[in-house]
């Protein structure tokens, strides 16, 4: 069964290290996704949904934060707009998952769509949080036991928080 792997990166800069690790391990761009606040307040980029690498890292300056290139190439970048909670920079498979369970989950906010993911609704309140603090959540698709302590060993060796694993259900490459 497919597993889904989460945690914590305090800010950008530690996220940027956890995905360059986890890329440098082999794991695809397809499978690592990075979910952040969009602190711009650029309203008229957090509607912004089709943009693609290389196009990222250029996206991230104009968002007014500096996404780093591993990040920036990840597939999939761009902002979404949860309601009630605000604009957020996705990049990976976590962009359409959350951008369809927050167009169905008005009243759910982040936490929906969290738990939309297959994420269980105590940890999805713990990390919505969190990234609305400014943190940012990482997830990675693993198919084995073995990748799966893989990037549980990566996220421990990097210091981020909240780690935690769970069956994936609605996320679609």
């Known amino acids: 069964m497919k597993k889904a792997v989460f945690c914590i990166a305090k800010n950008i800069d530690q996220a940027e290290i956890i995905v360059d690790r986890l890329k440098l ?3 695809s761009n397809n499978d690592i996704s990075v979910l952040l606040p969009d602190k711009s307040g650029t309203k008229d980029f957090a509607h912004e949904k089709h943009t693609k690498a290389p196009e990222g890292a250029a996206i991230g300056g104009v ?3 500096s996404l780093g290139a591993v990040i920036g190439l990840l597939a ?8 009630g909670v605000g604009p957020f920079i996705a ?3 976590i962009m359409g998952a959350l951008s ?12 929906g769509g969290l738990v939309g993911l297959g994420i269980p609704e ?12 400014g943190s940012a959540l990482i997830s990675v698709h693993t198919d ?3 990748a ?3 990037v549980k060993e990566i996220f421990e060796d990097a210091h981020a928080e909240d780690i935690s694993s769970t069956g994936e259900t609605s996320v679609s490459h």
């Not at 927050?102 to 009243?107: E, L």
């Not at 105590?122 to 603090?133: D, L, P, Q, S």
């Open 63 to 65: 968002a007014g934060i």
């Open 144 to 146: 084995s036991s073995e």
């Open 76 to 83: 999939g970048i761009g902002s979404i707009a949860i309601p």
């Open 148 to 150: 799966l302590s893989q």
């Open 100 to 111: 369809g369970a927050a167009v169905g989950a008005a009243t759910g906010g982040l936490m």
């Open 122 to 133: 105590y940890e999805a309140k713990r990390y919505e949080g969190k990234i609305i603090g």
């Open 25 to 27: 391990a082999g794991f």
């Open 91 to 93: 990049a990976g498979p």
